[in-house]
């Protein structure tokens, strides 16, 4: 990297920010920052709804900031990038809210599959972090998402691992009791990149007083100057990584690695960029967990393995700590060696920092920018069917007749639609109302049944998109027709339909005790 010259390395962020940053503050807001939030936030909040158009930006945006030095990993936008494109299938299905979610979160789980060639961790990611429960029929259908995703990588991209890792074999049972205590203190270096990546985005907005379209521009000169006195942190730094697990770097030049990665990657964020922080966790764990070995490996050398044994139990601990997903940590670390003897190190570790970053902070990296916001998931999953609006959960509405329609092909219609009703507009799109079977049946069993379905419709009682569940359970209890119309707040668009399937779908399970 120092062979490109000062000059590239100082500019090319800015350069790059003074491209992406119009594109993410015009275009798709949402893109900017690492991405895994938002899923999160269109899961609990949104059914699973995500924009068209965050494929295409959130990729350009991200090639864009990590191909120009932006020290985040490649990893948060695919995993926003598959949600995207399965809720766009859901859409473009007409699936309802819970079948949106599900997809929302195969296509997550795709996203790591492919990334990481880990078709085990993609599953457990999808259902630790983005559904937040472990349901039978949704484990099944993301299984089986991050396969296919698996297959397809390998034939594209190759068996081979993105990652070269040390060999891993404890030295002595005493060991364990190292990695427990290696685990404890990654934990919390963890938990501190969780807080630092936050706290320096607060600094930057509070400094920045232009427009969003420059922010990423003027602040990739900053960056610039960072990766000027470490080129190392350019871009997502696997390499680096595996160099620095091999015992390449000195023990000075780890922590130097470890702290200014954790600089790097806020900044990068702080500055409007866009790229996840699952990578740069784990190479701060990595980083970090080398150096704890090189300095326990100095004073045991008969007890203590290689260190980079300790940078791998790092990289798990790390992780664990910040996102507090154990699961997640544990199985694509083992994924990612292929060693058995690997895992009760890693349980061990994993458990502690998981512990210790519980202790530390009730959030988690990604939920604390929703904290931020004043999104509480937490409370989101034990509330979400009563506060949530009627838009949000409801079913696509059946498709809509003309007024000029004949009752024959209202008939029609009718047998193909499964809640007893289709709704009615005019020329122009406007609801006007709803046809129920039993008057169109009534109709044509009378002699004379030459007028068309306006003469028939009726005005139900419907629901507007921003009724919430808990006021709209009366009115779907009392509606004649399985469902009831959902409307747009001024009444003249139909945007869905509300079934008591919809309500079911949308509430959580309740433990039985």
Sequence with gaps: MPALGFWFIVFIPAIAGMIYGPLVAWLAPEARGHGVPEVMFAVAERGGHIPARIPVVKSLASALCIGGGGSVGREGPIVQIGAALGSAVAQALRLNTSRMRLLVACGASAGISATFNAPLAGPFFAMELILRDFAAESFGAVVLASVTASV???????DNPFLTLPSFTPHSGVEYLLFAGAGALLGVVGVTFSKLLY?????????????????????????????????QLYGVGYPVLEKAMNGDYALGLLIALMVGKMVATSLTIGIG?????????????????TALGTMIHAMLPTMAGSPGAYGLIGMAAALAGATKAPITAVVILFELTGEYSIILPLMVAVAIA????????????????????????A??????APSAQVATISSPPPPALPETASLTAAAEALQRTVVGAVPVVNGSGVYRGILSAQVVADALTREHHTGTVLDLVRIPPTLTADTRLSQAMAVLDAAPAA??????ADGTRLVGWLTHKDVLNASPPKAHT
């Design 354 to 377: 998981a512990g210790v970053g519980q202790l530390l902070s009730k959030d988690s990296i990604y939920t604390r920018k929703l904290t931020r916001r004043g999104v509480d998931l």
């Design 483 to 488: 469902g009831v119309p959902v409307v747009s």
């Design 152 to 158: 397809v990588g390998r034939s594209v991209l190759g």
């Design 273 to 289: 960029g866009s790229g996840g922080v699952f990578a740069p966790t784990l190479f701060i764990g990595a980083v970090g967990g």
């Design 379 to 384: 409370g989101v999953s034990r509330e979400w």
């Design 199 to 231: 706290l320096v985005e607060d600094v930057c907005d509070w400094v920045w007083r232009g427009p969003e379209w420059l922010r990423p521009a003027v602040g990739g000169l900053l960056l610039g100057g960072v990766l000027w006195l470490l080129p």
